[in-house]
């Protein structure tokens, strides 16, 4: 069983409809969460970042962990064509720990 | 946060040469990484980069064939080996500050091998 599993999709969605993107977790010792976007022949870039449970809210982002249930979501309202990307779930714990990726999710978002 | 300069962004290489890719980070981080990523896949990590002592490499990845340096607390080189066309890939660098987890990215190199 991998450390994080995410569908890689792809995803493909109407111009502003709802994104709901998902990574499953294992490790229960994972506090840090993160999701990155990246841009085809781009490096990721630091989309979303939440310490533990809860819900943290950015424009048209919000990110969701609960870590009960070692579910991490994402999701992105009123979806743009500029939103398509590849979404990389990706999860820490303290002390340095390595960063453990999620496979990433190629989204699709059509005018 | 940290910004990441990484270069060069893509190179063409011939078989059996070597590439070394730069990593400049513009604050002192505390752990730096390097990563591979073959198309359309997630990141693979290739190492930790330790300051001043070697690197530390993920299993499947030897110091013989991707030396790396970390002279200082914002610099770090990888040097990819005796190339092969499978390692025709691209290359990340990475950097985390503090012990809060946020990990942030070069632009990556785009290394073709031929």
């Known amino acids: 069983q991998k450390e994080v599993e995410q569908d890689p999709g792809p995803l493909s969605v109407p111009e502003g409809a709802i994104v709901s993107l998902n990574c499953t977790y294992s490790?229960?010792?994972?506090?840090?969460f993160m999701w990155y976007r990246q841009y085809s022949r781009k490096g990721p870039e630091l989309l979303m970042y939440t310490y533990s449970s809860g819900n943290k809210e950015d424009g048209r982002f919000t990110a969701q962990v609960d870590k009960s249930s070692k579910y991490i979501s994402l999701f992105i309202r009123d979806s743009q064509p500029s939103d398509s990307a590849t979404y990389l779930c990706a999860m820490s714990g303290t002390g340095g720990f390595k960063t453990i990726f999620g496979a990433g999710t190629r989204l699709f978002v059509k005018a | 946060s940290a910004v990441i300069s990484q270069k060069p962004s893509r190179d063409i290489c011939q078989r059996g040469t070597s590439l070394t890719i730069q990593c400049q980070v513009d604050?002192?981080?505390?752990?730096m990484f390097w990563y591979r990523q073959q198309p359309g896949q997630s990141l693979t990590l290739i190492a930790t980069a330790n300051q001043g002592s070697e690197a530390t490499y993920e299993s499947g990845f030897v110091i013989d064939k991707f030396p790396i340096s970390r002279p200082n607390l914002t610099f770090s080189t990888l040097t990819v080996s005796n190339l092969s066309p499978e390692d025709s890939s691209i290359y990340l660098c990475?950097?985390?500050?503090?012990?809060?987890?946020?990990?942030?990215f070069g632009q990556g190199t785009r290394l073709t091998v031929v």
């Open positions: 490790n229960s010792a994972f506090q840090y």
């Open positions: 990475s950097a985390t500050t503090g012990g809060l987890g946020e990990a942030f």
């Open positions: 604050s002192q981080v505390t752990m």
